[in-house]
Structures are given as C-alpha cells and as structure tokens.
C-alpha cells in the first residue's frame, strides 16, 4: 500500500488515513489509487464491517495537488464510498475543501471539526467542483443550499455544515475521529452486516424513487434477510439477553439486483 494512505485494520474496522501532511493530504494520483484500492479491499473482505476516513492532521484534504502534474487529479475514487457494500464513515478532523470536502460527501456518516473550513471553490478558479458533489451535496443539504456553497464557492465552519445538514455532529478537531470510531465499533458489533449493508443501498438508491417502489424493495430483501445466515439470531440474542454473534457474508448472500424486477429501480451496481 502506499505511504500516502495509511490503512488499518482491527476488529472489523479498517481506518484509512490520508497521508500527505506536508500537502495537508491534498490527492495526487498514487493517493487516488492507493484509496480506490484500498476501498475496493473493505468492500471484498467479510471481516471488515466498517470502514473510516480520515487525515493525518492537522488537516482531512486540502483537495487536488495542484502542484502535481503527473496525471489528473479527480474526486472520483474508483468505487466511491456510497458504492461501497460496507458502511463507510468520514472523520473530517481538519480541514477540507474541494476534492476533500467532495470525498467526505462520499460517505454514509460525516463527523467535522467545528474550527475547519469547508468549501467547494472550484467556480473561482474557473472550474466546475466534481467527485459527484452535485449529486450528493444536494440530498444532504437541499437544492438552495447546494446553490449556495456550488455557485459562490464561499468557505464555511463545522457549525454551519452542521446546520445545513452536512454533518452528523461538530466537534473539537481532537474529538473527532474518536467518536467516529466509537460509532464505527457500535456499528460493526451491533448490526447484522448483510441488513446494514442493504439498509446502505436502500438509502442512496431510494432517493428519487416512488414511495411503493422503496416498499417492494424493502419487503423483497426482508425476504432475502430472513433466508440468511443471520436470521433468528437477534430474536434468540434477545431471548438470552447477550450481544448478537452475526456470521453472515456479504459475499456470499449478496441479492441480485435486477432491474426487470423492481420497476423505478436504477442500481448503483
């Protein structure tokens, strides 16, 4: 793996660390790669539940190295967090703009430093912000907010972000990856990983779709859950009044998503 991004993993946590502290973790292309590989891993590997993001401080991403000239610089890991089957959490512990604050928007979860600044300023250099931020920015934050930080291209703090939608919680900047790691813990110890992973799917794809059609697709993997690995194991969980022991594999019990079967749907697959 590469220096530029750290990765560790324990107790079905893989914590992924943007490296570059002298570039306060600005990409460059090995960084992009090495973070799309390592992306590609969480999502293959059984034993990893969780995945976190997070910065080498004092920063999260300062965006593009612009100093880079080796090959283009893009937001658009390959596969994004969302397209990853495991819950992907962004532990923003300093400062991110741009391609940053764009991979953050990525994720399910966003814990940010309350004294970072945040912004998407590519319309002042002349540009247009990408890594799908006018895709996600909009579903977190609504269309007149998404206009405000898109079209100005103005800088904003963690309570602002906060206030909009943007983030679960604003903390202190030490505070920060902690509590995304408490939250990672209760996540890959609490839920079941096939019903978490689903859950995942169900709330990016469900946007835009009709309200019967969200229905279907609900009850037609309940269906799929209750022939796992995993089912009657919370039920006889809480019968003994112990943590559940979840064996099921994401793999291995992944439904197939057709489209010929749900109508309205559009898999991210």
């Known amino acids: 793996m590469s220096s530029e991004l750290l990765v560790d993993v324990s107790?079905?946590?893989?914590?992924?660390?943007?490296?570059?502290?002298?570039?306060?973790?600005a990409f460059n292309p090995a960084m992009t790669e090495a973070l799309g590989a390592a992306l590609k891993r969480c999502d293959a590997d059984d034993a990893i539940r969780v995945v976190v993001i997070t910065g080498t401080p004092p920063a999260f991403c300062a965006g593009a190295d612009l100093s880079d000239r080796v090959g283009e610089v893009s937001a658009s890991i390959?596969?994004?967090?969302?397209?990853?089957?495991?819950?992907?959490?962004?532990?923003?512990?300093?400062?991110?703009?741009g391609?940053?604050?764009?991979?953050?928007l990525q994720c399910d979860l966003r814990y940010l430093a309350d004294d970072a600044v945040y912004a998407l300023s590519q319309v002042r250099?002349?540009?247009?912000?990408?890594?799908?931020?006018h895709w996600t920015l909009p579903r977190l934050v609504g269309l007149a907010n998404a206009a405000d930080i898109l079209l100005t291209g103005r800088t904003f703090d963690g309570a602002e972000a906060r206030a909009m939608g943007l983030a679960n919680?604003?903390?202190?900047?030490?505070?920060?990856?902690?509590?995304?790691?408490?939250?990672a813990h209760d996540i890959a110890g609490g839920s079941a990983p096939l019903s978490a992973a689903l859950s995942k799917r169900l709330l990016w794809e469900g946007v835009g779709l009709e309200p019967d059609v969200v229905a279907r697709l609900e009850?037609?993997?309940?269906?799929?859950?209750?022939?796992?690995?995993?089912?009657?194991?919370?039920?006889?969980?809480?019968?003994?009044?112990?943590?559940?022991?979840?064996?099921?594999?994401?793999?291995?019990?992944w439904p197939s998503w057709a489209r010929t079967k749900w109508s309205g749907q559009q898999s991210l697959d």
């Open 219 to 253: 009850a037609d993997l309940n269906e799929h859950i209750a022939e796992g690995r995993d089912a009657g194991e919370a039920m006889v969980a809480f019968r003994e009044r112990r943590q559940p022991s979840w064996s099921g594999s994401i793999n291995d019990e």
């Open 78 to 97: 390959d596969p994004p967090p969302f397209r990853v089957r495991k819950p992907v959490i962004a532990a923003v512990n300093g400062h991110a703009v």
């Open 11 to 25: 107790t079905g946590i893989a914590v992924l660390t943007l490296n570059r502290p002298a570039k306060q973790n």
């Open 125 to 133: 250099r002349g540009v247009l912000a990408d890594g799908y931020v």
């Open 99 to 104: 391609a940053g604050l764009a991979l953050a």
């Open 169 to 183: 919680a604003c903390l202190p900047a030490a505070e920060v990856v902690p509590t995304a790691m408490a939250v």
